[in-house]
Each structure stands twice: as structure tokens, then as C-alpha cells.
């Protein structure tokens, strides 16, 4: 029995022991747990090795770099050595972007370590001790400066002896967490404004490979962090667009900092940074390379971009993109005259719902699609083949019911299709959504600007600009069914609403072969088979589900033969999977079906030669989907005279074919504040910057621009 005591005794003392070097080793915060971690066992003497000061955050918490950006301190370590050792600055891993209320910083969370060389005396005899004081703030709705202090102690020897795995893999991960140096050379010019652009001089650089660039200044004040980076990717290299800091000194002769990309891969998508250090190059002026600094982007405050919304939408009401959809609308309203207006309320509110829920889906689809690829277009789903056929059929089997091919009874009720036919708030409601879906491919006036603020800020006012623009869209239907002067203006109800409601299909049959030509100008001629095909396949679906009676003994066979048609339809389209993602047309001019007759395939490159050559230069920024660009083109820029003026003046006419995805035109557009097309700018002669036209055009608009030359040669 007397042994026990004794026995404990020993485990205490040794537990004793061991707890001060664990505590100074350690240090334990509200918010961070953080440690101070060596690569080796023992140290040699005179021979480097590498500590880690290794930071566990509280969640939903962050830390700072060693730029922070507009607030914040990073983190800062004092050394105490013993005479003859050395310790390097910290070598600080690549850090992300945080936005909290509009402010921009630079920082980590969930966990970072911060790497540091330590060199021991050449001398060294008997153990090193390392102390170190640091200190950091750590922030999440509020900041809060933390510290501590650390020991370490590690033995010496003739030879450095590895800490054991768990603590290299650690240090593994760290070191791969630290950006490389550039193999590329980088350098950087100021415009006339004092602002700076970074190039990146990376030839032959598959544009379409990388994403979501970012440069993270090394230091605060040459470049602003609070102003949005709209980096332009092409096979030169890459280039960005930077605005001047709040230093007052002069721009530095060597500009470093962090690039931060996302390369696509055969296996997958990949998170590169590097060190950059560009050099000022005097003999660069760029001019053409920012087009936001040439033209001065609108800067919007969040009321005049909600205002401007709410305009864009109601005149959204007016774009060819929604006419069958509203005509559905307002023949529903037609059958409700004489009803009850609590009736014609609950209809004009059903269907307002429709419309906020449909915005409010996009803006989260906006914020997600944000979140992890890192920008994001107007109407950017019908850049997909795979959307455009699904539209496609959506409106195939929309003009099916109206032409009276099936009615939405029991059988039917599942399909989602059929729901923007019903009568009541479920059918107001569906019709609500399908406006929505087919107005993203149109661009009325006040909404690129609008829309352009929208998809750049924060959450709140991302979401509340689309709404803006929603509520815009429903408006004039609340307001016929909200008032009662307005309700006696239209028509009874009559025979006449069936002819109507047949002859609305025509409308929704003319969208469905527009959406199928959009879809052979993504994928090919073989497009229009797969969409046929699919469309073949549901209508049998549609004629099994409508043949027989429900108490036939077939009815489940027939249901069946049904259900693998639609699945045969919907197979076809994920066969658009393995098609390309861009059809050639016969020429071998353009891509995505955009008539290039007569017109240049945009580039930067072509557009700053003709402006620097002093001639005229028109840019026509368009797809195939858009109906907007489509309409403009016919009427404006297509027409005789207006081809007639363009040769006379001797214009460098430029297109840039949106159809597909186009990371170079999508550099200009965000350059340019703009979240989608159509975007037309026209140099005149010698002009510093373009004029940025309206997105709907007319030919006297053309001609009056183009006359401007002649006017200024005389």
C-alpha cells in the first residue's frame, strides 16, 4: 500500500513537469487557438529550420494578412534569441477576400499557420530555446486584439532530426498553402488618370481555362482594395485594370503582391496563387486596356440602381421576349371581368408572387453561382444548350394546352408545364414564373446599369435590385387588378376568349423554334434532331396520358409508355453533354450562328489598333438568344442605309458573339459595369473613349452617330 502513494506522486510530478512547456508552447483565446510548431526534432547548429506559428479560428471568424486591406492589423511576431540565431520575416500563406458591410479585407479563417526560417547559432551548445510574443485581431461582427506568448525548445545535435509525421504533414500543408513565384514576367502602367493596370505577359495562355483573378496588393496604399478587379483574360496574358490607393507618394517602381486564379484542368478545377513583383513600365499607357477608365462606368448609389430597376422592369413589359406570356396574361384578366375583384386581386397578386419568387430564386442562384465561380452574367443560363432545350420544350407543350391538345385535368396536374394554363392563383402564379424565365434574355433600357450594380455588391442590395426590377415587371398587372377604373376599361368575356386563348399558342410555338435555333447555334445542326426528336417524344407522352378511359385496364401500361417517353425526351437532353460547346458555321467566320457578314470578330487586340489608327470603330456586343440584339439588328444596324453609311464612313465594324461563354467579351462587359448584352460602343475618329449607345436602337439613332463623322471631316 505504500508504494501506491509514492507511484501517483511520480505520475503527478511528471505531469508537472510537462505543463509548462505545453503551456508556452500553446496559447488558448476566446477566439484562436494557436501554437508554435517546429519541422524538427533537434536542431544542428548553424543550420536552418523552418517553425510555424499554426492558428486555429473560431468559426465565422478571421484573421488578417499582412496587408489587411481598409481595416484590420496582421499579425505580428517578436523574436527573443539567443545570441548568433536569426529569424526571417514571416512567410505568409496566400489569403482570401473578405466583404463585411462594403468593406474589403484581406485575411484568414478556419485556420492558417505563418511560416518563419530560423537560422541557430553556428556555436550552438546544449538546447535552443525560442520565445516569441505575438499578436494578432481576430474579427467577425466586432474585432478584438488577442495575444501570447511562446517557448520552444528543442535539443541540439550533430544532425537535424525530423519532428515526427503528424507535425511534417502540418508543415506540408502549409508550405503548399504559400504562393510560388510567377512564371511569367508581370509589369504595370498608369493611365492618364493616375490609375494603374497590372499585365501579366503569359503568351499563349488558354483564356477560357482561367477564372475568378485577383491581385492581392502586398502593401496598403498603391492600389485601392475598396474598387472591384475586372481582370482580362486572352492569349497575351492577362491584364488588370487597378484604381489608385490612398497613399499620397508616388506609384513604386516595383508593384508585388499575390495572383490568385482558378485554372480548369482534366482533373478538375485548381486554386493557383503566385508572387508577383511588376515592374513600372513608363513606356505603357493603357488606354484600350481599361474601358472603364476611358468611358468613367456609371457608379450607381443602391437608390438610383433600385429606381433604375424598377424602370427596366416595367419596360420589360414592352420587349418581344415576354409578349406571349403577357398576352396569356391579359386574356386571363379578360376571362375575370365581371368577376368578383377580390378575385381579380388574389389573381394580379397570385401572379405579382410568381414574379418576386421567380427574381428571388435567380438572386440566390446569382449569390450562389458568385460564391463559387466568382462572377456571374444577365441571362447567363441560356448560354447553356442543355437550358436552351428545356425551354424549349416548355414552351412546345405551353402552346399544346393552349391549342387545346390536352387540358390540365387529374392526370396532367403533375406537369409542371401545364401549371402556367390553370385558371386561379396556381395558374397566375405559374404564369408569373414563366415571364420571368423568358425575359432573362432580354436587356431593356435602365436595366445594364442596374443590373451591372446589382451582380457586383453585396447580398442585400444584389437581392433587393432584382427585386426592384421584378416588382418593375408584375406592376402594370397589380395595378389593373388592384384598380377598379382600370377593370371597367376591359373587354367581357366572351366566344371570343377561346379564339384567343388558341391563337396564343402560335406565340408560344414561334418561341420554341426560336429557342431550337439558339440551340443548333450552341451545338449544331444535330441540334435540331435532338430537339425534334425530344419533341416528338412528348407529345406521344401527352397522347398516351389523353387515349383511353381512366378506368381502362391499360391505364398504368399506357402511363408507363408515357413516363419512359419523357425520360427518353429528357435523355436527349442530357446528350447535349457531349456536344460542343460552339458550332462553326458553313464559312468558318463565326461561331454561335451571330451574322457576321460584313463584320469583324471583336478583339482587343483589333479594336485598340483601329482606335489608335484614328478611324471610326463601332463594337456590336451580342447572341444569338437575345431577342433585344436580334431586333436591333434588323431594324438598325442591318438595313440598307445604315449598311450604306457604315461603308461610306469607312467604320471598323466589330462584333463579339455572346452566344456561348466568351471569357474575353465577359471582361469588357464587367469592365464596363454591364451584366449582359446588348452593349454597342462607337469611337468616332481620334476620339479618346467610345460612346456608349442605347440597347434598343433605331436606324435614325445609327445614322444621326455615323453622320457625326462626315460632319466632323468637314
Known amino acids: 500500500m505504500s508504494r501506491f502513494p509514492a507511484f501517483l506522486l511520480g505520475i503527478l510530478v511528471a505531469i508537472a513537469t510537462a505543463m509548462p512547456a505545453f503551456a508556452q508552447s500553446v496559447v488558448q ?39 489587411p486591406g481598409e481595416s484590420g492589423l496582421p499579425t505580428e511576431i517578436t523574436w527573443t534569441l539567443p545570441p548568433g540565431a536569426k529569424a526571417d520575416p514571416i512567410v505568409w500563406p496566400t489569403p482570401i477576400l473578405f466583404e463585411v458591410g462594403g468593406i474589403i479585407n484581406y485575411g484568414f479563417k478556419d485556420e492558417s499557420t505563418l511560416l518563419v526560417r530560423i537560422t541557430p547559432p553556428a556555436d550552438l551548445a546544449g538546447p535552443l530555446k525560442l520565445e516569441a510574443a ?36 502540418l508543415f506540408e500543408q502549409a508550405r503548399r498553402s504559400i504562393p510560388t513565384e510567377s512564371p511569367w514576367p508581370a509589369r504595370y502602367g498608369i493611365a492618364k488618370s493616375g490609375d494603374p493596370t497590372l499585365v501579366i505577359d503569359a503568351k499563349g495562355l488558354k483564356a477560357d481555362t482561367i477564372s475568378n483573378v485577383y491581385f492581392f496588393p502586398a502593401e496598403w496604399g498603391p492600389v485601392a482594395t475598396m474598387a472591384k478587379q475586372n481582370a482580362m483574360v486572352d492569349t497575351n496574358g492577362i491584364r488588370i485594370p487597378l484604381k489608385r490607393g490612398d497613399a499620397k507618394t508616388a506609384l513604386p517602381p516595383l508593384l508585388a503582391g499575390t495572383l490568385v486564379l482558378t485554372e480548369k484542368t482534366a482533373d478538375g478545377t485548381v486554386k493557383q496563387a503566385f508572387d508577383v513583383s511588376a515592374k513600372l513600365d513608363t513606356a505603357f499607357t493603357p488606354s484600350s486596356a481599361s ?27 414592352l420587349m418581344p421576349c415576354v409578349f406571349p ?25 397570385a401572379y405579382t408572387a410568381g414574379v418576386l419568387v421567380s427574381f428571388a430564386a435567380m438572386a440566390a442562384l446569382v449569390l450562389a453561382i ?23 420544350y416548355l414552351f412546345f407543350v405551353v402552346g399544346l394546352n393552349l391549342s387545346g391538345v390536352f387540358e ?19 395558374g397566375a402564379f405559374f404564369t408569373g414564373v414563366l415571364a420571368v424565365i423568358v425575359a432573362t434574355p432580354c436587356t431593356a433600357p435602365f436595366m445594364a446599369a442596374a443590373l451591372g450594380f446589382a451582380l457586383a455588391q453585396p447580398a442585400p442590395a444584389t437581392v433587393a435590385v432584382l427585386l426592384a426590377m421584378g416588382l418593375g415587371l408584375a406592376l402594370p398587372y397589380l395595378a389593373l387588378s388592384m384598380t377598379p377604373a382600370l377593370q371597367r376599361l376591359m373587354p367581357r368575356p366572351g366566344p371570343w376568349m377561346d379564339r384567343l386563348r388558341q391563337f396564343l399558342a402560335f406565340p408560344m410555338y414561334a418561341s420554341a423554334v426560336w429557342m431550337i435555333w439558339v440551340l443548333t447555334q450552341q451545338t449544331g445542326a444535330d441540334g435540331v434532331l435532338y430537339a ?25 401500361l399506357r402511363r408507363g409508355v408515357a413516363a419512359v417517353a419523357v425520360l427518353l425526351a429528357f435523355g436527349v437532353v442530357l446528350k447535349l453533354e457531349d456536344r460542343p460547346a460552339t458550332a462553326a458555321s458553313a464559312s468558318g467566320n463565326a461561331t454561335g450562328g451571330v451574322n457576321f457578314d460584313g463584320w469583324e470578330r471583336f478583339s482587343r487586340e483589333r479594336m485598340a489598333e483601329a482606335v489608335a489608327a484614328g478611324k471610326p470603330v463601332f463594337v456590336d456586343f451580342t447572341a444569338a438568344w437575345c431577342i433585344t440584339c436580334l431586333v436591333n439588328e434588323r431594324v438598325a444596324l442591318e438595313t440598307a442605309a445604315s449598311r450604306k453609311a457604315f461603308e461610306q464612313a469607312g467604320v471598323v465594324k466589330l462584333k463579339g458573339d455572346w452566344t456561348n461563354r466568351d471569357p474575353e467579351i465577359t471582361g469588357v462587359l464587367k469592365e464596363l459595369g454591364r451584366a449582359g448584352v446588348p452593349l454597342y460602343l462607337f469611337w468616332a475618329p481620334g476620339a479618346e473613349k467610345p460612346k456608349i449607345l442605347p440597347q434598343v436602337l433605331t436606324e435614325a439613332l445609327v445614322l444621326s452617330e455615323l453622320s457625326s463623322i462626315e460632319q466632323t471631316k468637314r
Not at 140 to 153: A, M, N, R, S, W
Not at 305 to 310: D, G, K, P, S
Not at 370 to 392: D, H, K, N, T, Y
Request: with cysteine; hydrophobic share 50%.
Open 325 to 349: 406570356v403577357l398576352a396569356m396574361k391579359a386574356a386571363a384578366f379578360a376571362r375575370l371581368a365581371g368577376h368578383d375583384r377580390a378575385e381579380m386581386r388574389r389573381d394580379g397578386l
Open 408 to 426: 390540365v385535368g387529374n392526370r396532367l396536374a403533375g406537369m409542371g408545364q401545364g401549371l402556367v394554363a390553370r385558371g386561379g392563383t396556381t
Open 29 to 67: 483565446t476566446d477566439n484562436v487557438r494557436t501554437e508554435l510548431l517546429a519541422d524538427v526534432s533537434t536542431v544542428k547548429p548553424g543550420e536552418p529550420f523552418w517553425v510555424g506559428l499554426r492558428q486555429t479560428i473560431r468559426p465565422k471568424w478571421h484573421t488578417y494578412w499582412k496587408n
Open 134 to 169: 505575438a499578436n494578432w485581431l481576430v474579427c467577425e461582427d466586432v474585432c478584438i486584439p488577442e495575444e501570447g506568448k511562446f517557448e520552444l525548445t528543442l535539443p541540439s545535435g550533430t544532425a537535424a532530426t525530423p519532428a515526427p509525421p503528424a507535425i511534417r504533414t
Open 370 to 392: 458568385r460564391a463559387g465561380a466568382g462572377e456571374v452574367s444577365w441571362g447567363f443560363q441560356f448560354q447553356s444548350p442543355i437550358f436552351s432545350l428545356l425551354i424549349a
Open 532 to 556: 425534334l426528336g425530344g419533341m416528338v417524344l412528348i407529345a406521344f407522352a401527352i397522347w398516351l396520358l389523353r387515349a383511353g378511359s381512366t378506368a381502362s385496364a391499360g391505364t398504368w
Open 291 to 317: 474601358l472603364a477608365g476611358a468611358i468613367g462606368s456609371e457608379e450607381l448609389s443602391l437608390v438610383q440602381a433600385l429606381l433604375f430597376a424598377l424602370l427596366g422592369g416595367l419596360i420589360l413589359n
